[in-house]
């Protein structure tokens, strides 16, 4: 269940025109695509620059690498989706690989976005009290606050209620990777925080994510997200920590994208989620020595192991002892490396 729900609101705050969002502009319509690709966030060994607020700021972000496959989010028409009379008033779904989050466009008394719910083949979440994501004009120094509440169906059924808190705290300059440099570029920062109940036990757990989306006038998508997501649900075990940062594919370039072509046509891992370890195969024509790293998606080197020279190479990952989360598998053969998120349960 923890996997799913850490999904509920990865979704953008979507847009930015200028230094203001707008709604004609900025929300969200059927038929919008977003294509982003995954980062690989190891270089930042101290920790993201996440920290740098202020209108005159500058996040340097030149050590971000990208990775394939590419993350595809489609917008569509509530008509093309099964479940969506479920959440009576969507305009807008948005469809990122089974995940469905349903949206609804208000113009008054406020302009803003609220979604009304999130579903997918093993649960279900609906707010009879929408969360309000963004409010339109919004420009550097806004603030607001925004209750839900609704419930949710997955491995259990019972009530949710939190809070959204969303502010424009940032206003500068971005640093990205191959010399690039955008000015004027709006942060975001949007604090979820939603309670988890059931009849008879009461409350039973808590997720609480942070988003951090970078706008620029030349995008209609953020140019760059990083998601914390916090977890604790006892009935699940543990309380995990896990970081997702993603960047739009038209302003970063993947990394060795000719080299690991051939890579790609047979590098797998199994399984995926993992629990105890995890299984790397790829062969290996040329006898080269393989290198084996697990990042946390915070940048941490967890684990790291050295494959003989044969041309196959099979090795186990020892994953015991590790937080449960998303993790970064990079994988090096001579010049050639690849990056494969993994999901630790």
């Known amino acids: 269940m923890k996997k799913i729900l850490s999904l509920i609101f990865c979704l953008s705050l979507v847009f930015i025109k200028a230094q203001t969002l707008t709604q004609t502009y900025n ?29 005159t700021s500058v ?45 609804k466009s208000v113009s008054s008394p406020t302009a803003q976005t609220e979604v009304l719910g999130v579903a997918a083949s093993s649960m279900a ?5 929408s969360a309000i994501v963004i409010k339109y004009p919004f420009s550097f120094g806004n603030t607001y606050s925004d209750n839900l509440a609704g419930s949710f169906t997955a491995s259990l059924t019972g ?24 000015n004027n570029v709006l942060r975001v920062k ?32 953020p140019i760059l997200s990083i998601n914390y997501n916090y977890t604790n649900i006892p009935l ?27 890579l790609l046509s047979d590098f797998n891992l199994f399984p995926n989620p993992a629990k105890d370890q995890v299984e790397i195969r790829l062969s290996n024509p040329e006898n080269e020595t393989a290198v084996i790293q697990l990042y946390s998606l915070l940048g941490n080197l967890v684990r790291e192991k050295a494959s003989s020279n044969s041309s196959t190479i099979q090795e186990n990952i020892d994953l015991s002892g590790l937080p449960a989360g998303v993790y970064l598998l990079k994988t090096s053969l001579g010049k050639a490396s690849i990056s494969k998120k993994i999901i630790i349960d």
């Open 125 to 129: 979440l609906t707010f009879t009290n």
């Open 27 to 55: 929300e969200a319509k059927s038929g919008d695509v977003n294509m982003s690709y995954n980062m690989d966030t190891t270089a930042f060994t101290t920790g993201l620059p996440i920290s740098v607020t202020g209108s």
């Open 190 to 221: 949007s604090v979820q925080t939603i309670s988890l109940s059931i009849t008879l036990l009461g409350q039973i757990g808590t997720i609480v994510q942070t988003v951090y989306d970078y706008y620029h006038a030349s995008q209609k998508f």
């Open 159 to 182: 009530n949710c209620s939190g809070k959204v808190v969303t502010t424009a705290d940032g206003l500068g300059t971005l640093n990205l990777p191959n010399n690039l440099s955008l």
């Open 59 to 103: 996040w340097n972000f030149t050590k971000l690498q990208a990775y394939l496959p590419l993350i595809t989010d489609n917008f569509i028409s509530p008509a093309s989706v099964t479940n969506s009379a479920n959440y009576p008033g969507c305009t807008v779904v948005q469809d990122q690989g089974g995940v469905s989050t349903f949206m």
């Open 236 to 262: 699940a075990g543990a309380p995990t920590l896990s970081g997702l940062v993603s960047g739009i594919s038209s302003s970063f370039v993947a990394v060795g994208i000719k080299e690991n072509t051939r």
